[in-house]
């Protein structure tokens, strides 16, 4: 059962083409992310994307004086999905944080949003000690192995935001109804 009660989905498209899908919904946000800042006033945003996933994050987003490196996880809204595993290096980023999209299978809308990270201009709050594994059995040991540099995170240490806008507050500290700064 999905976050909004709906049937789990059958569409093979997203499991077979789950690279370009999580592209599309890459796209998705951030054309959402940098409307809303628009809308706000804010206009001195930079976008910057990862050339290697080499320390786990996609992308590099400043606004309002605050810099980002994002890892990104995307999940439909139908999917049983109940931990990600987040890369260490990610916490040696300035302002390191996790956004997990949930996203309408057939229509692709985004939300709600589910953020780990710390407060504007802050670390990354600890990602605790859980080691993620490797998806599939090894064939010389026998069992799943353990990714050193992975720890898994459960949905309960993400904040639940349902609009683009709360995460925005959330990450840049700019709030819809205050004035941006000209720098």
């Known amino acids: 059962e999905s976050l909004d009660g709906t049937p789990p989905m059958t569409d093979t498209a997203h499991f077979l083409e789950s ?8 796209h998705l946000f951030v054309g959402e992310l940098l409307k809303c800042l628009w809308c706000r006033g804010v206009r001195d945003v930079e976008v910057l994307r990862a ?21 990104f996880k995307a999940s439909y809204r139908a999917a049983k999905t109940a931990k990600v595993g987040i890369h260490t290096g990610l916490a040696r980023k300035p302002g390191g944080c996790v956004i997990w999209i949930w996203f309408d299978p057939d229509t692709l809308e985004l939300g709600p949003f589910l953020w780990f990270g710390g407060k504007a201009g802050e670390a990354l709050p600890p990602l605790g000690d859980r080691v993620g594994r490797h998806t599939r059995v090894s064939r010389t040991v026998g069992e799943r192995r353990h990714r050193e540099a992975i720890r898994e995170l459960t949905k309960g240490r993400f904040m639940k935001l349902k609009k683009i806008d709360q995460l925005i507050d959330v ?9 941006p700064s000209q720098r």
């Open 51 to 71: 050339e290697v996933d080499r320390a786990g994050y996609d992308l590099v987003l400043e606004a309002n004086g605050i810099m980002r490196h994002v890892q």
């Open 171 to 179: 990450m840049f500290g700019v709030r819809s109804n205050q004035v």
């Open 19 to 26: 690279g370009l899908r999580e592209k599309v919904i890459e």
